[in-house]
T-cell receptor, first 114, second 114 residues
Framework: ELKVEQNPLFLSMQEGKNYTIYCNYS?????LYWYRQDPGKSLESLFV?????AVKQEGRLMASLDTKARLSTLHITAAVHDLSATYFC??????????????FGQGTILTVHP | AAGVIQSPRHLIKEKRETATLKCYPI?????VYWYQQGPGQDPQFLIS???????DKGSIPDRFSAQQFSDYHSELNMSSLELGDSALYFC?????????????FGPGTRLTVL
């Protein structure tokens, strides 16, 4: 059974600082997604990572995927208050009938304060 | 651009009642996924449909059933509701039946069981 673990689960950051959220998963997959969720809202897609070594950047966020280590990172640069949200990584199924479903990590609650 | 539509957005039911949640995928998307997100939890996969056939099943209670119709919209039927069914229910859609193709999430239906 695929397990996805994020750390840290809670992250309190000062504005202007850098930090990294880690996402480890237990079985082979080459499809990993990062989502942002504001309280009570839907899941907003941030990054789609489909190959080993993939790196994508959008604004102050950068995501990478290492399929050999079964690890993805979400790096935050010079955090601003607007980045405060819950961030989820999600991994695609390994194959067969589970090919489509996503298994989510526990989520990282990010709070950016002055 | 058109997004995934879910209705209703909010639903309040009593224990043992039934509820029907509806999902209208993005036009031309042929795959629908249902996820349940409890308070403070990560989204959990319930069930998916590809081209109107069930493609995968997750931790969906026997009291729940779902189907995808000829116009690709999907309905999640929930019977004998329990307090623990209170959650956000997300529908996501994609094209092609596998998670190489990004899943786009709807706004969710917040179900409260009293």
């Amino acid at each position: 059974e695929l397990k996805v673990e994020q750390n840290p689960l809670f992250l309190s950051m000062q504005e202007g600082k850098n930090y990294t959220i880690y996402c480890n998963y237990s079985t082979t997959s080459d499809r990993l997604y990062w989502y942002r969720q504001d309280p009570g809202k839907s899941l907003e897609s941030l990054f789609v990572l489909l190959s080993n070594g993939a790196v994508k950047q959008e604004g102050r966020l950068m995501a990478s995927l290492d399929t050999k280590a079964r690890l993805s990172t979400l790096h935050i640069t010079a955090a601003v208050h607007d980045l405060s949200a819950t961030y989820f990584c999600a991994v695609g199924g390994a194959g067969g009938t589970s090919y489509g479903k996503l298994t989510f990590g526990q989520g990282t609650i990010l709070t950016v304060h002055p | 651009a058109a997004g995934v539509i879910q209705s209703p957005r909010h639903l309040i039911k009593e224990k043992r009642e039934t509820a029907t949640l509806k999902c209208y995928p993005i036009p031309r998307h042929d795959t629908v996924y249902w996820y349940q997100q409890g308070p403070g939890q990560d989204p959990q996969f319930l069930i998916s449909f590809y081209e109107k056939m069930q493609s995968d099943k997750g931790s969906i209670p026997d009291r729940f059933s779902a189907q995808q119709f000829s116009d690709y919209h999907s309905e999640l039927n929930m019977s004998s509701l329990e307090l623990g069914d209170s959650a956000l229910y997300f529908c996501a859609s994609s094209y092609g039946g596998n998670s190489y193709n990004e899943q786009f999430f709807g706004p969710g239906t917040r179900l409260t069981v009293l």
